[in-house]
């Protein structure tokens, strides 16, 4: 039950907290003007479900200091005469300082704030055209259309890749202890006089996972993704699973390689627990890896993970056909008939 329980859970949780979208970010603002138009952007701050203000200084003194003390993580600093000067001269200058620690927050809490007063100063613009007290400017109006995620939910991008880890991680790391437990309760010396060939021993050890891997991935795809989440795959579902047992013959052939080398549970679990980190930080998973340095890009192609994740994104998200995943349905099919090739060569048999 363990085995199909933890995926199920995993796959609840994870696209839950791994979103990129940061929220409620604490912002002091220093406001030496108290005008209407100072209130209306602090207004329009509050307003929005980013930020979070953690306190309206007079000082910029005391704001700076809850930056030092991780308090704050922006600054905005409202100059004195800044309604005067934005209706008599049509411009002013504001200052945001940025806690840089955390980069991504601190990025990501520049532009949304940055964003926010753009908003400010057009809707501010607006009044004046309207009054008027400008002289209408034309205007491009711009209209998107977002195709595969139009709701721009970041969820629906991170689910697919999740449930292409959750069924890799059940594939290794059940399959590479198996064999290794074997070994610690003495039956490898059992199976080793019988007559049956290497290679029958090594299905006999995969069969069993390719069937759970196929299971785990059913109950995630239509259980999870498809009630819980409403991602709904657009491409074609036999393609989908077509492509699904090859890669869970390489992933299973890289478990079962694994427990051929290792002589404990222990050493079994650190191997594969080493190569799994590597191969899920350089799969593309949370960041893309166009732009990975030239070295980390090559071992990304490495790794099976990583056309796991392309081929599940492509199909269910984009609705792909096999001309679209030729390449890593091959490379996918190569590392297969590398794996289990090694690792029917590796299993040692004294008979």
């Known amino acids: 039950m363990l085995i199909f329980v933890m995926p199920v859970v995993q796959l609840l949780i994870l696209p839950l907290a791994a979103d990129y979208e940061i929220k409620n970010i604490n912002i002091s603002i220093v406001d030496h003007d108290n005008s209407e138009y100072s209130q209306r952007l602090i207004d329009k701050i509050d307003a929005s479900h980013y930020f979070k203000i953690t306190s309206t200084e007079s000082a910029f003194r005391q704001a700076f200091r809850e930056l030092e003390q991780d308090k704050s993580d922006l600054i905005l600093e409202i100059p004195e005469g800044f309604a005067r000067n934005l209706v008599r001269e049509n411009k002013q200058t504001l200052f945001i300082g940025v806690n840089a620690i ?5 990025n990501l809490g520049g532009v949304y704030l940055s964003q926010i007063i753009g908003s400010f100063n057009y809707n501010i613009r607006a009044e004046w055209i309207l009054q008027p007290r400008l002289n209408p400017l034309p205007v491009i109006e ?3 259309a977002n195709w595969f995620n139009p709701s721009l939910n970041y969820r629906t991008f991170m689910v697919p890749g999740i449930l292409a880890l959750l069924v890799t991680m059940v594939g290794s790391f059940m399959c590479s202890l198996n064999i290794v437990k074997e070994k610690e309760i003495g039956t490898m010396e059992q199976v080793n006089v019988t007559p049956i060939k290497k290679y029958q021993f090594i299905l006999g050890k995969l069969i069993p996972f390719w069937i759970i891997g196929i299971f785990v991935f059913s109950v995630g795809l239509f259980g999870i993704a498809w009630l819980v989440y409403g991602i709904v795959p657009v491409g074609n579902l036999w393609l989908l699973y077509g492509y699904l047992l090859v890669y869970l013959m390489a992933v299973l052939g890289l478990g079962l390689l694994i427990s051929t080398y290792a002589d404990t549970q222990q050493q079994a679990m650190s191997i594969t627990f080493f190569v799994m980190m590597i191969f899920i930080l350089m799969s ?3 960041t893309p890896i166009d732009g ?10 490495m790794s099976p993970i990583t056309y796991f994740i392309e081929v599940l994104r492509m199909v269910v998200l984009k ?5 679209d995943i030729t390449h890593q349905f091959i490379v996918t099919a190569g590392f297969a008939i590398l794996f289990n090739s090694w690792a029917i060569f ?3 048999k004294t008979n």
């Open 319 to 323: 609705g792909s056909t096999f001309n």
């Open 292 to 301: 990975m340095p030239g070295w980390a890009y090559v071992i990304s192609q």
């Open 346 to 348: 590796n299993y040692k």
């Open 102 to 106: 955390n980069g991504v927050k601190a």
């Open 142 to 144: 711009i209209s998107s």
């Open 284 to 286: 593309g998973l949370f």
